[in-house]
C-alpha cells in the first residue's frame, strides 16, 4: 500500500493531479511524470466502480498515492473505496464536526470506527496480507475533509479537532460561490476564510490542502501555509494543450 499520510503530516508540499476523465491511462501518465499523488473524483469525474479499479491499479504501476473523492459523506463508499485501495479519501461539503466525526469513523475499523471488515480485499492483497494489512490500515489511512461552505468556515476549528480527520481541503470554486463571490480568490472575505482555515490546520496539527486553480495561485496560497495541493486535472489540462496546439497551427 502506497500510504501518503506521513509525508502530508511532515509539512511537505505536495502537488497532484486530478483525474476525473476515469481513465486509467491518465492515472499513469500522473504517476510517471512524477507527481506525489492523484486525486480520483468521483464526485464530478465520470468514473464508476471499475473504472476506480482501473485506476488504482493504473496508480500502482509507479507507486503514485490515490487519494479518492467520494460522491458523499456515505458509509458505503467509504467501504467500497478503501477496499479498492484507496490510501485515503477526500469528503466533499463537510459543514460542521459531526460531520467530519462521521468521515473518520467510516475510514477505520471497529472499535474505533465503522469501517466493516473483509479479507479478500485487494486492499489486503486478496487475503494474502490480511493481518499486516489491518494492523496499518487504521493509523495510515487519511482522511481528508473539505471546506467548502461558509458554514465549514464558520465551524473550521471545530471540524479540524475531530480526531481521525488528517487533512482539511478548501475548494476554492464551492466555497467563493457559495460566500457569493464567485472566483473572487482575491476578495478579502476569501482570503480571511483561507487564514481561518490555516490557523485551524495549524492550531490542531492537521495538513492543509488546496485546490489550485493557477499557477500564480499555487505560489500564492503555498506561500500563504497550504501544502496538499492539487495543480490540475486531466480534462483541463488536455483542454489547454488542444487549444494551444491548435491555436499554434493557425498560420498553416
Not at 33 to 44: A, L, P, S
Request: with cysteine; aromatic share 8%.
Amino acid at each position: 500500500m502506497n500510504w501518503i499520510k506521513k509525508r502530508a503530516a511532515s509539512g511537505e508540499v505536495l502537488k497532484g493531479v486530478g483525474a476525473m476523465l476515469g481513465n486509467p491511462m491518465a492515472v499513469e501518465l500522473i504517476g510517471r511524470t512524477g507527481f506525489d499523488w492523484v486525486w480520483i473524483d468521483n464526485e464530478h469525474g465520470v468514473s464508476g466502480p471499475q473504472d476506480l479499479l482501473g485506476q488504482l491499479q493504473a496508480a500502482a504501476i509507479h507507486r503514485l498515492p490515490a487519494i479518492v473523492r467520494l460522491p458523499s459523506n456515505t458509509l458505503e463508499h467509504f467501504k467500497k473505496v478503501l477496499d479498492y485501495g484507496a490510501a485515503g479519501v477526500m469528503v466533499p461539503y463537510v459543514n460542521t464536526a459531526a460531520e467530519a466525526e462521521h468521515a473518520a469513523r467510516a475510514c477505520r475499523f471497529a472499535p474505533d470506527g465503522d469501517r466493516g471488515l473483509a479479507t479478500s480485499t485487494r486492499a489486503a492483497q486478496f487475503g494474502l496480507d490480511f493481518a499486516s494489512y489491518k494492523a496499518e490500515a487504521d493509523d495510515n489511512v487519511f482522511c481528508v475533509v473539505q471546506i467548502e461552505t461558509p458554514e465549514a468556515v464558520a465551524n473550521v476549528d471545530a471540524i479540524a479537532a475531530v480526531e481521525g480527520v488528517d487533512a482539511l481541503f478548501v475548494g476554492p470554486l464551492d466555497l467563493s460561490t457559495s460566500m457569493g463571490i464567485p472566483q473572487q480568490f482575491e476578495h478579502p472575505d476569501f482570503t480571511a476564510a483561507l487564514d481561518e482555515t490555516l490557523a485551524a490546520c495549524r492550531k490542531h496539527g492537521k495538513v492543509p490542502g488546496i485546490l489550485t486553480p493557477t499557477q500564480a495561485l499555487a505560489e500564492t496560497w503555498t506561500a500563504m501555509g497550504f501544502t496538499f495541493i492539487v495543480v490540475g486535472v486531466d480534462g483541463g489540462l488536455l483542454a489547454k494543450s488542444l487549444t494551444g496546439l491548435h491555436d499554434s497551427l493557425k498560420s498553416l
